[in-house]
């Protein structure tokens, strides 16, 4: 299967950390990304992860794959109002670098 | 380079009627892509080329929806005839091959009444 999946809400306090989380069911995929969309504009990459990795940080950006479970997570520290947006988790495949598969996109809400 | 350029930004048409959008990628990008969005389904990757020539357009949902490339610099997308349950918001986005980002374009909102 090729589905990538995503809860479809999440809420959090200004100032607390996020979790985004993606299942995902190829274990041959070989990039992993976290894309973010706001209101009315396209998808803009926020970060990615090669499969050998297990962690990469990115300033407030953390994040992890457990390539076992087929899991992969976003951590956002010190989540601030302007994070609110929709958050898709996206694989390619080998040979296919280009063909980037989508998950259903994480709604992020903040609250001030 | 001013980004991925999409137009119209908002189309409304009639059921039956053609509808065409347009998408100027990243100069120097040889891969376009085109997604639809809607809350149902998501965002679905409808076909992409690259140099110009189709590569996969699986995900094109019927006979009524086309794509073209005729240089490096244009692509559209056509529905002929437009339906209600195409409105969606479509999404043109480019990558390079040397980097598999792919820039996406502001996006054009389609509402088929």
């Known amino acids: 299967g090729e589905d990538v999946e995503q809860s479809l809400f999440l809420s959090v306090r200004e100032g607390d950390s996020s979790v985004i989380n993606c299942t995902y069911t190829?274990?041959?995929?070989?990039?992993l990304y976290w894309y973010k969309q706001e209101p009315g504009a396209g998808l803009q990459l926020l970060t990615y992860?090669?499969?050998?990795?297990d962690m990469k940080q990115d300033q407030r950006l953390t994040v992890l794959l457990n390539k076992k479970d087929k899991h992969l997570s976003l951590r956002i520290a010190d989540t601030q109002t302007g994070d609110s947006a929709i958050y898709f988790c996206a694989e390619t495949k080998p040979g296919g670098y280009q063909k980037v598969t989508f998950g259903t996109g994480t709604k992020l809400q903040v609250i001030p | 380079d001013a980004g991925v350029i999409q137009s119209p930004r908002h189309e409304v048409t009639e059921m039956g009627q053609e509808v065409t959008l347009r998408c100027k990628p990243i100069s120097g990008h040889d891969y376009l892509f085109w997604y639809r969005q809607t809350m149902m389904r998501g965002l679905e990757l409808l076909i992409y080329f690259n140099n110009n020539v189709p590569i996969d357009d699986s995900g094109m949902p019927e006979d009524r929806f086309s794509a073209k490339m005729p240089n490096a610099s244009f692509s559209t997308l056509k529905i002929q005839p437009s339906e209600p349950r195409d409105s969606a918001v479509y999404f043109c986005?480019?990558?390079?091959?040397?980097?598999?980002?792919?820039?996406f374009g502001q996006g054009t909102r389609l509402t088929v009444v």
């Open positions: 190829d274990s041959s995929s070989t990039y």
């Open positions: 986005a480019s990558s390079s091959t040397e980097n598999t980002e792919a820039f």
């Open positions: 992860i090669f499969s050998n990795m």
